[in-house]
């Protein structure tokens, strides 16, 4: 019977021995598929953190998309405004030399009209000179 009993925990031994190994063998299993995990599950944290820096810089690119869009249409509306004013102060050149010429015009005729009034006027000095030194004698 002691025989037995050494041959039953000898087997006892063995079999914890084979389970306990087992056990290990499967510890370090599982530990490696933890580190896997680890690692799969950082590298899953560091794409999603790369993906909203991503998404942030396409806002911000997306923002400055709409800036830019925004001055190039006030550029664009200024530029509409000043041809405009050009035209119109082209315009307004144009109506003026015009008022000019018609003024020059006017005042040219003026100074033939006050010219020849002036003619007229020494004519009539002349004769009434003329009638006077007649009167005179």
Known sequence: MYEDNKRQRVEDTLINSFEVHNLTQEKKKLQASYEKLVE???????????????????????????????????????????RNMK???AEERKNLHIQ???M????????????????????????????KAILNE
Do not use: F
């Not at 003026?110 to 003329?130: A, W």
């Open 87 to 89: 035209l119109k102060l």
């Open 104 to 131: 020059q015009k006017s005042v040219e005729e003026s100074n033939v009209k006050l010219h020849e009034s002036n003619v007229k006027l020494q004519e009539s000095n002349l004769k009434l000179q003329g009638i």
């Open 40 to 82: 799969d599950v950082n590298a899953l944290v560091d794409a999603q953190q790369r993906r909203v820096e991503i998404e942030k810089t396409d806002a911000d690119t997306k923002k400055l998309e709409e800036k830019y869009e925004m001055v190039k249409n006030l550029a664009a509306a200024h530029a509409s405004v000043i």
């Open 100 to 102: 000019i010429d018609e």
